[in-house]
């Protein structure tokens, strides 16, 4: 059996369900390259109580864990939801395929997280990601900008999740870039980090100021928000007192 889990967004997240099935599994994977853990992979084995192996892209890429769970239960755990990334969905396509028992177990990710910003969710539009430019390469793509641009143009708030390796300062600039050649005119943003934990932080800042953020933990994302409702705007208003430090 592969049991695909969901952590969640803290480091007890992770559900009962979850924890029963780790405990039938004699080899237990993480996942390491999709999202930054708000928390070390040593606390987790002492929450979990098993030896915890990182598994990064190529390993998952590969399919070697569906093999390995052809003979024995395996469990890969991922922060968040476990079907977030087009990359699971892949690995539970090939394992069904190959006619070997998969199990998902869900737990709640960003996408339920960022109702702590005072957004309404069904006021969101498509969400982008924001990579970690190659400039060497010449990889410096810019097309999450055009889905800021088809959401603004229906009023609709834009999620940006961030490649976990690329800091705040980088992203920022890549963002300005991003948003001058697709000419989007940008005038707050909403920078939400570790989401979901004890140490949750929702800024909400002109974004020609974000320079002046002292610190931004990770993970963290960002949010262009569109045309606000009054109580959406209230709630972000409150956040500039609340959590904000410049």
Partial sequence: MLYLIGLGMDLEGISLEGLRAIERC???????????????????????????????????????????????????LIY??????????????????????????????????????????????????IPKWKKECGYEPTSFAEIIKQNLSINAHTLLLVDPSLEFRECLKELKESAKKHKIKIDKIIVCQKLGTKESKVIYIDFKKCEKLKEVKEPYCIIIPSKLHFTEEEFLESCISRDTKI
């Fill in 80 to 129: 968040g939801n476990p079907l977030a990334a087009t990359t699971h969905i892949t690995l539970v396509h090939e394992a069904r395929k190959k006619k070997i028992k998969c199990e998902i177990i869900h737990g709640a990710s960003i996408w339920d997280a960022i109702a702590e910003t005072g957004l309404q969710l069904y006021k969101f539009g498509k969400t982008s990601s």
């Fill in 26 to 76: 004699k080899k237990v994977y993480l996942e390491n390259y999709t999202a930054s853990l708000p928390y070390s992979k040593e606390k987790l084995e002492k929450t979990i109580r098993k030896t915890i192996i990182p598994a990064n892209r190529e390993f998952i890429e590969s399919f070697r864990i569906i093999g390995e769970a052809k003979k024995e239960n395996v469990a890969l």
